[in-house]
């Protein structure tokens, strides 16, 4: 985990990015919890995060490195950034969904998409959706694209038998 990534994710919390780390890496089976910095005496004034406070924490979900950071209260999460979990089977989805919706925001859930309690928005999908909505008989795609619509999580036979027609 001490390895540095080129590009990783970082993620702003207010105050609880320790808790969404172990949050992640206990829904995600390759995942690990890497180093943390905490923050000290100096620059109270300016962020006012008592000394010993966890300040970043590195953490990998599927390979995929992050860092949570506590940063306060200044900005908050919206859909226009969302985690994509391509998944193989219905039962994938729903573990996923179950898991990651739990204590989320239930109005933010369509189309596969949901907010899970930390903010943070997530896509579970087929892995295969992309392929579908792509077909290149354009009654299929619509097919499924309509199906889909009508969902909040995603049900992989209904959008299978959409595309079969």
């Known amino acids: 985990m001490n390895r540095i990534q080129k590009i990783s994710t970082n993620l702003w919390f207010d105050n609880q990015a320790e808790e969404a780390v172990k949050f992640y890496t ?4 390759n995942s690990e919890i890497g180093r943390s910095t905490r923050y000290g005496k100096e620059g109270y004034e300016i962020h006012g995060m008592p000394e010993g406070t966890v300040l970043t924490i590195e953490f990998q979900l599927e390979g995929q490195p992050f860092v949570a ?15 994509i979990i391509h998944c193989d089977t219905q039962e994938e989805i729903d573990y996923y969904w179950e898991k990651l919706s739990e204590g989320g925001d239930e109005k933010a859930q369509m189309c596969g998409w949901l907010k899970d ?9 087929p892995a295969d959706i992309t392929e579908m909505l792509n077909d290149p008989d354009p009654e299929k795609a619509n097919r499924v694209m309509q199906a889909l619509l009508q969902m909040k999580k995603i049900d992989i036979a209904t959008l299978k038998r959409a595309y079969e027609g």
């Not at 206990?26 to 089976?29: A, D, G, R, Y």
């Open 26 to 29: 206990t829904i995600f089976e």
């Open 69 to 83: 950071l506590n940063g306060g209260s200044q900005f908050k999460f919206n859909e226009s950034i969302s985690f």
């Open 117 to 125: 309690q930390f903010g943070i928005s997530w896509q579970i999908v």
